[in-house]
Structures are given as structure tokens and as C-alpha cells.
């Protein structure tokens, strides 16, 4: 039970960014890319969500249907959600209508209040702020809403791009201690972020994208002690 990414060969038109990378996100936990500014790993999330990237050779599998080819809608409604890099909510909606906006997929119709209430126990501040125009919540509010519009679709898995960008310190703690409480109750988390430490602390397993290859992958313990993770992306 994964997400598997197999030999995938993907890029913009005639750019190839990624060049036959494997990976593999279980049903249940944190995986972490990383990976210096540009190495691919938004492409990565992209390929795998169906947005902007194309895939020229390679399989996306998601327990064991084939994604590779699908449009994106037709894999939300398989199982993925893609919580894209700043934030991207719409600001003159209120809370409640960008959260409904995630629960467009016929996967969620009609579990609404389920899905909501699911949402709403991770999230009990947004349920506060429902009426709330999402433009005038706190930066920190924002990412939370941005990330429950994602388990509004149900997801299997989700894709997480860069959820602590300029976010306050103790605000970044209560992100990753959501992201925590999603990956235990039974959904794959695949992480991207910049802060490299904070990743390696969440993830059970990570992987490192370099020059459009996975150059190093293994359990987070391990790459937290490894020499060359520790020199390139954690300044020691
Ligand atoms: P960052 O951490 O800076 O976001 P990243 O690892 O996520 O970096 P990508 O955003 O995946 O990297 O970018 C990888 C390469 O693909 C870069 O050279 C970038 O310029 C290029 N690229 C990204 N988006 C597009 C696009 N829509 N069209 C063409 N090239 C793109």
C-alpha cells in the first residue's frame, strides 16, 4: 500500500527536470524531499498531482492503479491532494467556502459534514473563524486553511509544498504537529521542505534531489547523521 513513483522522467515541454526518479510514500506516515533551491521537487509534486508537468517516461502509481497518464481531477478523485507552495487561497472567500472548494471531488460530496468534522478536530481554530474572509486570517492561519482545504477532497495522500515558508517559529511547531496528527490517521504524507532539520525530525523516511536525480535515501535517522546531509543542508 504506496505511492510509487517509478523511473519518472518528467519537465516543462522540451525542459526534462527530473531524469528517472524513484520513489516511494506509504499509506500511512511523513516522507521528506529534499533538495537545494531548483532541484526538481515542486516538479516532483507536479508530475505526481498532474498539474504543469509532463511525464515522458516513468509511472506514477497509486496502489497499483496507474495515475501516469490521468488528468488531475481523475487523480484527486483516486486519492491525491496537492497543498501547493504559498498558500493560494482565495482571499475574499470566507474560510468556509475555500473549504469547500476542496470538497468539489464526487470522492467527498456528500460526506461534507463528516469530512468537515474530521477537519475540524485537526483544526478547531478554523472552525472559530468559518465566516471569515480567508485574506484577513494570520499567515499561520492561512497554511492551516490551505492544508484542510486538502483533506477535503479525502485524500490518500498529500502533497505537501513548502508548508513552513515564512512562517514564525512557533507557528512552524504547530504546523509540523499537524502534519503529524494527518500522517497518523492513515493518510501518506510527502513532504517538501526547505528547512531541512524540521523535515528529517517529521519524516520516518526522506529522500535528497540533486541535479534532477535521488542521490541519497533512507530512514530520516540515518540521513540525519549522514555526512553529506549534514554538510550541504544542515551547516554542520
Ligand atoms: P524551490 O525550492 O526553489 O521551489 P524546487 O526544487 O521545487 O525549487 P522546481 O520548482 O521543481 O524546483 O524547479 C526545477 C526546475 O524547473 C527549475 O530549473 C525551474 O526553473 C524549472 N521550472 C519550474 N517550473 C517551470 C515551468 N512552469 N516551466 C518551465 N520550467 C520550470
Request: aromatic share 4%.
Amino acid at each position: 500500500m504506496a505511492l510509487d513513483i517509478v523511473d519518472l522522467v518528467a519537465g516543462y515541454g522540451d525542459i526534462t527536470v527530473l531524469r528517472g526518479i524513484n520513489l516511494s510514500v506509504p499509506a500511512q506516515g511523513v516522507v521528506t524531499l529534499l533538495g537545494a533551491n531548483g532541484a526538481g521537487k515542486t516538479t516532483t509534486l507536479n508530475a505526481i498531482s498532474g498539474l504543469q508537468a509532463s511525464v515522458s517516461s516513468g509511472a506514477i502509481r497509486l496502489e497499483g492503479t496507474d495515475l501516469t497518464r490521468m488528468p488531475a481531477h481523475e487523480r484527486v478523485e483516486a486519492g491525491i491532494a496537492h497543498v501547493p507552495q504559498g498558500r493560494q487561497l482565495f482571499p475574499f472567500m470566507s474560510v468556509r467556502e475555500n473549504l469547500e472548494l476542496g470538497s468539489y471531488a464526487p470522492r467527498a460530496r456528500g460526506h461534507d459534514k463528516d469530512v468537515l468534522d474530521r477537519v475540524f478536530s485537526i483544526f478547531p481554530r478554523l472552525k472559530e473563524r468559518l465566516r471569515q474572509q480567508a485574506g484577513s486570517l494570520s499567515g499561520g492561519e492561512q497554511q492551516m486553511c490551505t492544508i484542510a482545504r486538502g483533506l477535503m477532497s479525502k485524500p490518500r495522500y498529500l502533497l505537501l509544498d513548502e508548508p513552513s515558508l515564512g512562517l514564525a517559529p512557533i507557528v512552524v511547531k504547530q504546523v509540523m504537529s499537524v502534519i503529524r496528527q494527518i500522517a497518523g490517521q492513515g493518510i501518506g504524507v510527502l513532504l517538501v521542505e526547505q528547512n531541512v532539520a524540521l523535515a528529517l525530525k517529521q519524516a520516518q523516511y526522506a529522500y535528497v534531489l540533486e541535479h534532477s536525480e535521488i542521490t541519497i535515501a533512507g530512514p530520516a535517522t540515518e540521513l540525519q547523521n549522514d555526512d553529506r546531509v549534514r554538510k550541504a543542508y544542515l551547516g554542520l
